[in-house]
């Protein structure tokens, strides 16, 4: 809407609209995931502090695993959905000539990244907590429900493709954009 509201190109403004709901559904999706994986390390251990935790990947693979998943995705590594449409939103910002918001979006990415690094280093892989041989995985309702929610932070990335994009995402962009009744094309 910022390019809209500057006079600027409609297929820009387009562009960053389809950037924007589709960093939207990744991130509902990977903060989702998120939250289950957490919700999952303190029904495995009983514990919510972080600092008393540590090793849990032997002991909990799948919640590891997914945990990292949607770590991923939030920070924005390919191949999670969270790298196309963060690419995106850089993209229509540089054709946009934000160069400012562009660069911000990409530092704000290696900024997440550490942290999310760092997470996943002293949950799953530091040195094991003091009680780890009495922990287990959780239950399988809840790996399914973050397994499916880790297929979707991959599976999500095909909103990048033409075919799947008009399907799905195009028409909200349509809604968003119609303002003037002009035709409209995403390129």
Same mark, same amino acid.
């Given at each position: 809407?910022?390019?809209?509201?500057?006079n600027? !190109?409609?297929e820009i403004?387009?562009?960053a609209?389809?950037?924007? &709901?589709?960093?939207?559904?990744?991130?509902?999706?990977?903060?989702?995931?998120l939250?289950m994986?957490?919700?999952?390390?303190?029904?495995?251990?009983?514990i919510?502090?972080?600092?008393k935790?540590?090793?849990?990947?032997?002991?909990?693979?799948?919640?590891?695993s997914?945990?990292? !998943?949607?770590s991923?995705?939030?920070?924005g &590594?390919?191949p999670?959905?969270?790298?196309?449409?963060?690419?995106?939103?850089?993209?229509?910002?540089?054709?946009?000539?934000?160069?400012?918001?562009?660069? &911000?979006?990409?530092?704000?990415?290696?900024?997440?990244?550490?942290?999310?690094?760092? &997470?996943q280093k002293?949950l799953?892989?530091?040195k094991?907590?003091?009680?780890?041989?009495?922990?287990?995985?959780?239950?399988?309702?809840m790996?399914?429900?973050?397994?499916c929610?880790?297929?979707?932070?991959?599976?999500l990335?095909?909103?990048?493709?033409?075919?799947?994009?008009?399907?799905?995402?195009?028409?909200?962009?349509?809604?968003?954009?119609?303002?003037?009744?002009?035709?409209?094309?995403?390129?």
């Open positions: 809407m910022l390019v809209m509201a500057n600027g !190109s409609r403004a387009a562009l609209i389809f950037g924007g &709901l589709f960093h939207m559904v990744n991130h509902a999706v990977a903060k989702g995931l939250f994986t957490a919700g999952s390390v303190e029904y495995a251990t009983g919510r502090d972080l600092k935790l540590g090793g849990l990947a032997r002991k909990m693979p799948v919640t590891s997914t945990s990292f !998943s949607g991923m995705t939030i920070s &590594l390919p999670f959905s969270g790298f196309f449409s963060k690419l995106v939103i850089i993209i229509a910002a540089i054709k946009a000539h934000y160069f400012v918001i562009a660069f &911000l979006a990409a530092g704000m990415s290696i900024v997440t990244l550490a942290y999310f690094l760092r &997470l002293g799953f892989a530091a094991p907590m003091a009680a780890i041989e009495k922990i287990k995985e959780v239950p399988l309702a790996t399914f429900s973050m397994v929610l880790a297929i979707g932070c991959i599976a990335s095909a909103l990048i493709f033409p075919g799947v994009r008009e399907a799905i995402i195009t028409p909200a962009v349509k809604v968003l954009m119609d303002v003037s009744n002009q035709p409209l094309t995403i390129k």
